[in-house]
Each structure stands twice: as C-alpha cells, then as structure tokens.
C-alpha cells in the first residue's frame, strides 16, 4: 500500500490546514489509520488515530484544536488543524495499521506544516 499526504504549508499562528492522506487501494481490513508528526532534532510522536470504527485518539497537545477523519469509500484520512501553533511545526506523516499490528504497517512520505509566530 501506498499512501500519499498532501495539504502542508506555511500558516502564521492561529491559522488553520487540512492535511489529506490517500492509500493506493482499499483500506478494508485495516485496523487503524493516523498521524505522526517530528519536528527538527525531535523523536516522531503519533499527533492522531482514527480506527475501522471510528474511534478516535489524539495527544494532549492538540486536543480541542485538532480533528482526525476517515473516508472508507475514498481511502482517505483527513487531519483539520485549527488554533495552529508554532510548536506544531514539523514533518507529518499519515500511516496505516493491521489489526494484528502494534506498530505502523506503511508510511506516507510526510508533508511539512510550518507556523510562523
């Protein structure tokens, strides 16, 4: 499978973006889709989840400002990032999980967000 994020940029604070992951193909069966972020010098931290049944998980740090969405039909995840702050900045990268995995099966490429203070 691969997956493809898009919808990075440049944004001053308080601004808002909407990153987009698309899979190659159907993403039945899988488990659970999401999104990491790493910032320069910095560990990559899961930002968001969202499983097959909707069931959403997100870090402390953007709860209230983030939203994580799935479109099964499109095989699609979505991020809306909203109240954007200039520590949100780093490389985002969507991924996708097996049921019967820990850890990420396949990674997007990563899509940059900077905000500017």
């Known amino acids: 499978v691969q997956l493809q994020a898009s919808g990075g940029g440049l944004v001053q604070a308080g601004g808002s973006l909407r990153l987009s992951c698309a899979a190659s193909?159907?993403?039945?069966?899988?488990?659970?889709m999401g999104w990491y972020r790493q910032a320069p010098g910095k560990l990559r931290d899961l930002v968001a989840s969202?499983?097959?049944?909707?069931?959403?998980n997100y870090a402390d740090s953007v709860k209230g400002r983030f939203t994580i969405s799935r479109d099964n039909a499109k095989n699609m995840v979505f991020l809306q990032m909203n109240s954007l702050e200039p520590e949100d900045t780093a490389v985002y990268y969507c991924?996708?999980?097996?049921?019967?995995?820990?850890?990420?099966?396949?990674w997007g490429q990563g899509t940059q967000v900077t905000v500017s203070s």
């Open positions: 193909r159907s993403i039945f069966g899988f488990d659970a």
């Open positions: 991924y996708l999980r097996g049921v019967a995995s820990v850890a990420p099966n396949y």
């Open positions: 969202i499983t097959s049944g909707g069931s959403t």
